[in-house]
């Protein structure tokens, strides 16, 4: 069975600290990869996905993740944080054609705690 | 923007009783979906819906049931609330197929005790 592994379940980090959220999926066939993110009461909102075309994918509020075919990571970045990205990150993944197509596989999520 | 509501933000329910989640989007969406989210593992999909009254099963269904009767709106229904389906209930809706942005609702958060 296909799957999405978030490697840590909380992240704290300083305020103004680079950030790296890990995301690695199981697939031997193309992906489509995506990062959401839920903000404290709120529903999920992408950050940005990766289709095709360039391995670097930039996002909203200056987040960015590179596509790693042969680790099969979408590790998320960001190079300084500020205490409104506190909130919980989900990586998520769909595999292959018809009505599978519709089903984002999802991590577990990574809880990124800002420290000031 | 695209909007997605979901009839209630909390909820509590006896157990064996019958509940009725609603959820409505207001973009002329094809896809409709219902997740539960539990800390630690993520989001799961119960059922979705690729058009009006079309369904499939997601990964968990068993004790849900769903129904789309028209476009903008997609219901899930518990139809003997247990304590295990504690939880908090998200709603989706996208336009497309895979490559596609799901927008999600705010959620709601039921207690059955």
């Known amino acids: 069975a296909q799957s999405v592994t978030q490697l840590d379940s909380q992240v704290p980090v300083f305020e103004e600290a680079p950030v790296e959220l890990r995301c690695n999926y199981s697939s031997s066939v193309s992906v489509y990869l995506f990062w959401y993110v839920q903000y404290p009461n709120q529903g999920l909102q992408l950050l940005l996905k990766?289709?095709?075309?360039s391995t670097l994918v930039k996002g909203i509020n200056g987040f960015e993740a590179e596509f790693n075919k042969s680790q099969t990571s979408f590790h998320l970045r960001k190079p300084s944080v500020h205490i409104s990205d506190t909130a919980e990150y989900f990586c998520?993944?769909?595999?292959?054609?018809?009505?599978?197509?519709?089903?984002?596989?999802w991590g577990a999520g990574t809880k990124l705690i800002i420290k000031p | 923007d695209v909007k997605v509501t979901q009839s209630s933000r909390y909820l509590v329910k006896r157990t064996g009783e019958k509940v009725f989640l609603e959820c409505v989007q207001d973009?002329?969406?094809?896809?409709m979906f219902w997740y539960r989210q539990d800390p630690g593992l993520g989001l799961r999909l119960i059922y979705f819906?690729?058009?009006?009254?079309?369904?499939e099963k997601g990964d968990i269904p068993e004790g849900y049931s769903v129904s789309r009767e028209k476009k903008e709106r997609f219901s899930l229904i518990l139809e003997s609330a247990s304590t295990n389906q504690t939880s908090m209930y998200l709603c989706?809706?996208?336009?497309?197929?895979?490559?596609?942005?799901?927008?999600f609702g705010p959620g709601t958060r039921l207690t059955v005790t």
């Open positions: 998520a993944v769909t595999i292959g054609p018809g009505l599978s197509n519709y089903q984002l596989i």
């Open positions: 973009m002329d969406h094809e896809n």
């Open positions: 990766y289709l095709s075309g």
């Open positions: 989706a809706s996208s336009l497309g197929g895979g490559t596609d942005e799901q927008y």
């Open positions: 819906s690729y058009d009006v009254k079309m369904k």
